[in-house]
């Protein structure tokens, strides 16, 4: 399953690049992952880190969240300069959920950077498909919204 959006940035090719590939902005532009473990070194294509769920909404409340879905593996699968970053991100916690992937295709225009976000995961296996075929619709907007965040989110780094 997947889905696909474009986005436009008002900073060059490059700065977009760095910032999609510096591991300690993830949290900036993915929302369901409040901070980063263990930042030291640099980010290279095949780095985990494992990352925590924020612990509070925008405006201040807490959230609650399954234990389960507290830790979070982020990997830079690929970063090549200066057009495409991708990356993975899984719960570990939880047995039947795969991974879900990320990746950025930059691409330069005029004022800034024209970028195409595709998030991707595996479908479920046996039962959980067959009872998640009639939520086919819904999953898909909340993916469109995912994705609509996600492009939003990088375009305010910029503002």
Request: charged residues 25%; glycine residues 10%.
């Amino acid at each position: 399953m997947s889905g696909s959006t474009e986005t436009f940035v008002p900073a060059p090719v490059a700065a977009v690049w760095e910032f999609l590939t510096d591991v300690t902005r993830v949290p900036e532009w993915e929302v369901s992952v409040g901070s980063i473990d263990d930042v030291d070194g640099e980010g290279r294509p095949g780095r985990v880190w494992e990352g925590r769920a924020p612990e509070k909404r925008p405006d201040g409340r807490p959230l609650t969240l399954k234990p389960q879905y507290r830790r979070r593996v982020v990997e830079l699968m690929e970063a090549e300069e200066p057009g495409r970053v991708t990356w993975r991100s899984s719960y570990p916690d939880v047995a039947h959920r795969g991974p879900t992937q990320t990746t950025f295709v930059l691409a330069p225009t005029t004022g800034g950077t024209q970028i195409t976000v595709t998030t991707s995961w595996a479908r479920s296996r046996g039962w959980r498909r067959i009872v998640g075929l009639p939520f086919r619709p819904l999953v898909k907007f909340i993916v469109w919204l995912s994705l609509f965040q996600t492009g939003g989110a990088i375009s305010r780094a910029f503002r």
